[in-house]
């Protein structure tokens, strides 16, 4: 049985392979947004029960677990080792809908 590694942990944050980019929610009505989102990167670099942490909308929550969830990393790696890595991303939706975008962080935020 294999545990589950903090971000802070690893050897280095995973690079991202593929990051879609979350829709904004229309339903919001152009309003600027924003969600923080927890999942684990599994051996393999897939995205594995993303969550949401907080939202300052649920609309935009939902869109950014929705996205999370296509999202492929480097596996993550600690002590040269693969290993599951627990991360967590903020996420911004600016306001304009049509020029939404995702941040990920250099460095892993402390949970």
């Given at each position: 049985m294999s545990s589950i590694v903090e971000a802070a942990e690893l050897d280095e944050v995973p690079a991202t392979r593929f990051g879609a980019t979350p829709r904004y929610p229309g339903r919001m009505g152009g309003v600027a947004g924003s969600a923080e989102i927890e999942f684990i990167?599994?051996?393999?670099?897939r995205v594995q029960l993303p969550r949401i942490v907080s939202a300052s909308?649920?609309?935009?929550?939902?869109?950014?677990?929705?996205?999370?969830?296509?999202?492929?990393?480097a596996p993550p790696r600690k002590d040269g080792q693969l290993v599951d890595a627990r991360m967590r991303v903020p996420v911004d939706f600016p306001e304009q809908p049509n020029s939404n975008y995702i941040v990920i962080p250099a460095a892993p935020v402390a949970p």
């Amino acid at each position: 049985m294999s545990s589950i590694v903090e971000a802070a942990e690893l050897d280095e944050v995973p690079a991202t392979r593929f990051g879609a980019t979350p829709r904004y929610p229309g339903r919001m009505g152009g309003v600027a947004g924003s969600a923080e989102i927890e999942f684990i990167i599994d051996r393999t670099g897939r995205v594995q029960l993303p969550r949401i942490v907080s939202a300052s909308a649920p609309a935009f929550g939902w869109a950014a677990v929705t996205a999370a969830a296509q999202w492929e990393f480097a596996p993550p790696r600690k002590d040269g080792q693969l290993v599951d890595a627990r991360m967590r991303v903020p996420v911004d939706f600016p306001e304009q809908p049509n020029s939404n975008y995702i941040v990920i962080p250099a460095a892993p935020v402390a949970p």
